[in-house]
Nanobody, 126 residues
Framework: QVQLVESGGGSVQAGGSLRLSCAAS????????MAWFRQAPGKEREGVAS????????YYTDSVKGRLTISQDNNKNTVYLQMNSLKPEDTAMYYC???????????????????WGQGTQVTVSS
């Protein structure tokens, strides 16, 4: 059974930092895309960043470039999202997601992701 378990969310002031973790189990971690999505209240879910588990190539949506960094620890089957210089508009539920096995580049189109975690809440106050 595939499981994606997020952790690390919380409440911080603007300008602060958080690191989210997503521990994956129940599938072969390599040769797929892992990504972070977020959904703010009243808004659609949007893709934030992705990483290919074998190639290590990354992708970021424009609004987070330079502030958020996606990384992974292949030995732990874990993906991270380091979030710096947080803004109130970063407030959202953050979800980890994984594709089925995929050799091509990773973007953040929801339809490509088959497995989803339950989410972790990030709240940034001004």
């Amino acid at each position: 059974q595939v499981q994606l378990v997020e952790s690390g969310g919380g409440s911080v002031q603007a300008g602060g930092s958080l690191r989210l973790s997503c521990a994956a189990s129940g599938f072969i971690y390599s040769r797929r895309c892992m990504a972070w999505f977020r959904q703010a209240p009243g808004k659609e879910r949007e893709g934030v960043a992705s990483i290919h588990t074998t190639f290590g190539s990354t992708y970021y949506t424009d609004s987070v470039k330079g502030r958020l960094t996606i990384s992974q620890d292949n030995n732990k089957n874990t993906v991270y999202l380091q979030m710096n210089s947080l803004k109130p508009e970063d407030t959202a539920m953050y979800y980890c997601a994984a594709t089925k096995q995929k050799w091509s580049g990773c973007k953040v189109s929801e339809s490509e992701y088959s497995y989803w975690g339950q989410g972790t809440q990030v709240t940034v106050s001004s």
